[in-house]
């Protein structure tokens, strides 16, 4: 029991990562029904740019870790989301009007991109960051194993929490949201009645940037380890997770990122490691043959 106890706390702080980048993903689909296949690559950026920050306030003497937090927090949200508004502006607009392939093409180039200018550089080997969140709490103790609940799961768990409590009243409650709604069932009646299309676009991919460089920051923190490829890795889960749970639906990447950590975290403590990821994609094919548009999405419907 407490084995189980102690892989569904690690499965949830994972799932919160995976959730916070399907989110980006998410909301990209559900304003121009197009995938950012370059997503998890500004995610890996984001992680990047967040190390970097570090570095550099310690090198200033700013050794206060909750000021540190927050500083690197807005240094990494502010300078990824303009590279997910170049990403917008570079890959999808461009080709918005042109055959639904077209942005596919320019958003996996933008990804190929991404990952070979942080490998030239910051370097093909991996980064690593000492721990700056330690300690914790033991919940329960048996003979000889202690389940433990750490500051930087804790962390996790509640950052996640807040930041889907404040885009859910972002979108239900400002008009900003309605502008986004509105844009979501259709984008020419939208924009008759006066919303800005293309801002409001830009806008979806700038909140998607910022939340994946949160994802960042906190994958940095958890694990204390990147290189250049996790944006890949990373990009991958969050997209399954984000179909499992219904693209296009917030609360359905959410929960998809929670499914989709837990299976990886119980199937590599009870099972072989090296299928982890083939147990992951089963249950989304599982899942998508039985629930089509994923456990919380709606159908399409065919406007004519």
Known sequence: MEYFLQQLINGIALGSIYGLIAIGYTLVYGIIGMINFAHGDVFMVGSFIALIAFIGLLSIGITFIPLALILVLLVAMLLTAVWGWTIERVAYRPLRASFRLAPLITAIGMSIVLQNFVQVSQGARVK?????????????????????????????????????????????????????????????????????????????????????????????????????????????????????????????????????????????????????????????????????????????????
């Open 128 to 304: 690593t960051l000492q721990p700056v969140i330690t300690g914790g709490y033991e919940l329960m103790h048996a003979e000889n194993f202690a389940v433990s609940l750490s500051n930087i799961q804790i962390l996790i768990v509640v950052t996640t929490i807040a930041l889907m409590t404040a885009f859910w009243l972002l979108i239900d409650r400002t008009p900003l949201g309605r502008s986004l709604r509105a844009c979501e069932q259709d984008r020419m009646m939208a924009a008759l009645c006066g919303v800005n299309v293309d801002r409001t676009i830009s806008l979806t991919f700038v909140m998607g940037a910022a939340l994946a460089a949160v994802a960042g920051l906190l994958y940095l923190l958890y694990y204390g380890v990147i290189d250049f490829f996790i944006g890949f890795i990373a990009g991958i889960k969050a997209f399954t997770a984000a179909v499992l749970g219904g693209i296009g639906s917030l609360p359905g990447a959410m929960l998809g990122g929670m499914i989709i950590g837990l299976i990886e975290t119980f199937w590599s403590a009870y099972f072989t490691i090296e299928y982890k990821d083939v147990a992951a994609f089963s249950m989304l094919a599982l899942v998508l043959i039985f629930f089509p548009s994923g456990l919380l999405g709606r159908p399409e419907v065919e406007k004519v």
